[in-house]
Structure formats: structure tokens, C-alpha cells
């Protein structure tokens, strides 16, 4: 795989910090995730593909253990507020003056500098500072987060694992490593600079929920079917709309242009009544084969049977049966090739990852005696 030899230390944390380690492990990268000792269950949901070392930094031994598995990694991906690590003695300035060639990626909601840096905060709170949450919302209503999707997943882990493997490139050329600061504030703005760049066209001088793109236009939207299911609409082309006004069976010649915006409402009237008239699966047999941009909103519970994503195989099971998304993008040479083991308990690794760091037999014996480090009982064994 592409990440293959690359060694990643992860300290345990939620959301996109596991979400970014995923990400490495599936394309190839060992990731070890550092939990805490004394806790023998987890809610990291993406463990797939990691190790699990438990460690008590506590003690002067386990913060000395953590060094060490940091500097003789390629990675370390600390999601901490800003100054936890530095009163460890473990910030950046430390770990890569003894490995020049360390990655160290900090990620954080509100980045490593700034009067919010230190500052408590979830998802909603960075997509509210990144401007993003103010355009997010129907018409008329207050803005609403989309899940914790924007912030900790896409401008959260998923940027933080593009800067990683940026700087994972860049050592190639210059043999050194670098500090990432990713900010989930500026990774969600990033994501959203489609929103910046394309002010100047109009697209979103209207009030919240009466543009283009934010289901102000009755040809972008969702409706209702006769069965109570739901269709997603997206026919913003003119031949696309064409299209759907021919399957709608309404006459363009007898309705407004399709970009007025004074008429929207009256069309998405309209559209929602001639939607209710049938079943989303009457729908489908019309659309299906069209480019109406016309498809079925399917539950997490459908996906994976809908013929398309069933020929790509988008989607896959593990050992315990439970579906997940294949890893994305595929790559031809070098395709992810995801765990399907089931995630690692609490310490289940935690005598294996010694022995592959340098440590002896007796060394671990003495360290599980003395408290410094858990080992997950009935999975790893001396």
C-alpha cells in the first residue's frame, strides 16, 4: 500500500484525530494509538487497522516510554489543546530535536496561535467561526450544523491527513520533518472557499436558504414521495432541467424561466405536489437512465445494495458483519486495503508494540508490575 513502513504515533482523542489516523492505516501507514491506562473501553468507532498501547503518563517512565515511541516514529498526531504536550516535555521543539526527520501534526479546533487557541470547542463552534455555519439553513431559519461532518471530519482529520502525507513527500526531497498546525476553523473555511470564490458571481447574494445551492432553488432540493420516501434534485443545467420538467410531465412554455427568483417558491410548490403524486420507486423508473440529476436518498441501511455502489463494491463488511464505506480515493497501483479485524481494545497491543520499539521481555514485565503501562487482558500476552 502507499503508506507502507510509514510508523504513526496517535494519541487517543475523538472524532478527527482517529479520523486522520484511519485514513493513514487504511493506505498502509502502522498506527499506534496511545491510550490512557486504566480505562478498558473505548469510543474511538475508527480504530480499524491501528495498534493499541496503553501508557500512564502519569509517571515520570511513561511519559519517557512516549518519547521514545515518538522519536523512532515517522508521525506523531496529537489532537491536545494547545500547551498539554509542552508540559510533558513532549511538544515539537523537544521530539524533533531528537528526530530531525519527525512529522508532528497538532490538530486542534482553533490552531496553535490566536486568542482562541487554548479555548474548549466542538464542531459547530468551528464551523460558526469558520463563516461556513452562517450560510447553512432554510429559508427563514436559524443556520444548522450538518452533523459534525464539515468541521472535525473534512476540515479536521481529512486535512490533517493531506498535510501529513504533504509533509511525509516533502522529506523525500529535504530529508526533514516539519510541524503541522492544522486548525479545524481554517480546514472547514478551506473546504468551503468554493463559498469566497464565487461571491462575485451572485450565487450567494440572497438571504440564507434562498440561493442557488442552499435549497433556495426548487431544481436543487429534496422532496417527498407518495410512499414517504425522499428524492434529491439537482438539475441545474438547462438540459438537465429540461429533463426533469419532461419527467414532472409540466410544460416549460407554461411556467416561469427557471432562474427567476421571485417564482422559486411557486415552482417548488409545484415540484413538491407533483413529487407526492408517486413513489419514489414510480420516480426512479422515470428518471433512471435520464439526466435529470434525479436520485433516490437512500438510508445508511440501503447504500450498499443500490446496483451502482454494489458493481464498484463502495461499500464493505468486517469481521463482526458490520458495513463500512471502502476507503476512498482508489488508487490503481496501490489501493487502500482497510483491516476488517474488529478495533483494538484498550492496550491489546501493548506488549507487541514494545518489543518492536527496543524494549526486552523484562523490561515490559517490570513496567505492567509498576503501573506504567496496561496490557489488554486475554489479547496480549508475554
Same mark, same amino acid.
Given at each position: 500500500?502507499?503508506?507502507?513502513?510509514?510508523?504513526?504515533?496517535?494519541?487517543?482523542?475523538?472524532?478527527?484525530?482517529?479520523?486522520?489516523?484511519?485514513?493513514?492505516?487504511?493506505?498502509?501507514?502502522?498506527?499506534?494509538?496511545?491510550?490512557?491506562?486504566?480505562?478498558?473501553?473505548?469510543?474511538?468507532?475508527?480504530?480499524?487497522?491501528?495498534?493499541?498501547?496503553?501508557?500512564?503518563?502519569?509517571?515520570?517512565?511513561?511519559?519517557?516510554?512516549?518519547?521514545?515511541?515518538?522519536?523512532?516514529?515517522?508521525?506523531?498526531?496529537?489532537?491536545?489543546?494547545?500547551?498539554?504536550?509542552?508540559?510533558?516535555?513532549?511538544?515539537?521543539?523537544?521530539?524533533?530535536?531528537?528526530?530531525?526527520?519527525?512529522?508532528?501534526?497538532?490538530?486542534?479546533?482553533?490552531?496553535?496561535?490566536?486568542?482562541?487557541?487554548?479555548?474548549?470547542?466542538?464542531?459547530?463552534?468551528?464551523?460558526?467561526?469558520?463563516?461556513?455555519?452562517?450560510?447553512?439553513?432554510?429559508?427563514?431559519?436559524?443556520?444548522?450544523?450538518?452533523?459534525?461532518?464539515?468541521?472535525?471530519?473534512?476540515?479536521?482529520?481529512?486535512?490533517?491527513?493531506?498535510?501529513?502525507?504533504?509533509?511525509?513527500?516533502?522529506?523525500?526531497?529535504?530529508?526533514?520533518?516539519?510541524?503541522?498546525?492544522?486548525?479545524?476553523?481554517?480546514?472547514?473555511?478551506?473546504?468551503? $472557499?468554493?463559498?469566497?470564490?464565487? *461571491?462575485?458571481?451572485?450565487?450567494? &447574494? +440572497?438571504?440564507?436558504? #434562498?440561493?442557488? @445551492?442552499? /435549497?433556495?432553488?426548487?431544481?436543487?432540493?429534496?422532496?417527498?414521495?407518495?410512499?414517504?420516501?425522499?428524492?434529491?434534485?439537482?438539475?441545474?443545467?438547462?438540459?438537465?432541467?429540461?429533463?426533469?420538467?419532461?419527467?414532472?410531465?409540466?410544460?416549460?412554455?407554461?411556467?416561469?424561466?427557471?432562474?427567476?427568483?421571485?417564482?422559486?417558491?411557486?415552482?417548488?410548490?409545484?415540484?413538491?405536489?407533483?413529487?407526492?403524486?408517486?413513489?419514489?420507486?414510480?420516480?426512479?423508473?422515470?428518471?433512471?437512465?435520464?439526466?435529470?440529476?434525479?436520485?433516490?436518498?437512500?438510508?445508511?441501511?440501503?447504500?450498499?445494495?443500490?446496483?451502482?455502489?454494489?458493481?464498484?463494491?463502495?461499500?464493505?463488511?468486517?469481521? $463482526?458483519?458490520?458495513?463500512?464505506? *471502502?476507503?476512498?480515493?482508489?488508487? &490503481? +497501483?496501490?489501493?487502500? #486495503?482497510?483491516? @476488517?479485524? /474488529?478495533?483494538?481494545?484498550?492496550?491489546?497491543?501493548?506488549?507487541?508494540?514494545?518489543?518492536?520499539?527496543?524494549?526486552?521481555?523484562?523490561?515490559?514485565?517490570?513496567?505492567?508490575?509498576?503501573?506504567?503501562?496496561?496490557?489488554?487482558?486475554?489479547?496480549?500476552?508475554?
Amino acid at each position: 500500500m502507499a503508506l507502507l513502513g510509514v510508523k504513526v504515533i496517535e494519541l487517543a482523542g475523538l472524532a478527527p484525530a482517529p479520523f486522520c489516523g484511519m485514513i493513514l492505516a487504511d493506505f498502509g501507514a502502522k498506527v499506534i494509538r496511545v491510550d490512557r491506562t486504566k480505562v478498558f473501553s473505548t469510543v474511538d468507532t475508527q480504530g480499524r487497522g491501528k495498534q493499541s498501547v496503553a501508557l500512564n503518563l502519569k509517571t515520570p517512565e511513561g511519559v519517557a516510554l512516549l518519547r521514545r515511541l515518538c522519536v523512532q516514529s515517522d508521525v506523531v498526531l496529537e489532537p491536545y489543546r494547545k500547551g498539554v504536550m509542552e508540559k510533558l516535555g513532549l511538544g515539537p521543539s523537544e521530539l524533533l530535536s531528537e528526530n530531525p526527520r519527525l512529522i508532528y501534526a497538532r490538530l486542534t479546533g482553533y490552531g496553535q496561535s490566536g486568542c482562541y487557541a487554548s479555548a474548549a470547542g466542538h464542531d459547530i463552534n468551528y464551523l460558526a467561526m469558520s463563516g461556513l455555519l452562517s450560510q447553512l439553513g432554510r429559508s427563514g431559519e436559524k443556520p444548522y450544523a450538518p452533523l459534525n461532518l464539515v468541521a472535525d471530519f473534512a476540515g479536521g482529520g481529512l486535512t490533517c491527513a493531506l498535510g501529513i502525507i504533504l509533509a511525509l513527500l516533502e522529506r523525500t526531497k529535504s530529508g526533514k520533518g516539519q510541524i503541522i498546525d492544522a486548525s479545524m476553523v481554517e480546514g472547514a473555511a478551506f473546504t468551503g $472557499s468554493f463559498l469566497w470564490k464565487s *461571491r462575485k458571481l451572485g450565487l450567494w &447574494s +440572497r438571504p440564507r436558504g #434562498e440561493n442557488l @445551492l442552499d /435549497s433556495g432553488a426548487p431544481f436543487y432540493d429534496t422532496y417527498k414521495t407518495l410512499d414517504g420516501k425522499y428524492l434529491a434534485v439537482g438539475a441545474i443545467e438547462t438540459e438537465f432541467y429540461n429533463q426533469l420538467l419532461k419527467g414532472l410531465e409540466l410544460d416549460a412554455g407554461e411556467l416561469p424561466p427557471q432562474m427567476s427568483f421571485s417564482d422559486w417558491p411557486e415552482l417548488k410548490q409545484l415540484f413538491t405536489e407533483r413529487f407526492a403524486s408517486k413513489t419514489q420507486a414510480d420516480w426512479l423508473m422515470i428518471f433512471d437512465g435520464t439526466d435529470a440529476c434525479v436520485t433516490p436518498v437512500l438510508s445508511l441501511d440501503q447504500v450498499s445494495s443500490h446496483p451502482h455502489n454494489r458493481e464498484r463494491g463502495s461499500f464493505m463488511k468486517d469481521s $463482526s458483519g458490520e458495513e463500512f464505506p *471502502r476507503p476512498a480515493p482508489v488508487l &490503481s +497501483r496501490t489501493p487502500a #486495503e482497510p483491516c @476488517l479485524a /474488529s478495533d483494538p481494545a484498550v492496550g491489546e497491543h501493548t506488549v507487541e508494540v514494545l518489543l518492536d520499539y527496543g524494549y526486552t521481555s523484562a523490561e515490559i514485565d517490570e513496567m505492567l508490575a509498576a503501573g506504567v503501562v496496561q496490557c489488554s487482558a486475554g489479547k496480549a500476552k508475554l
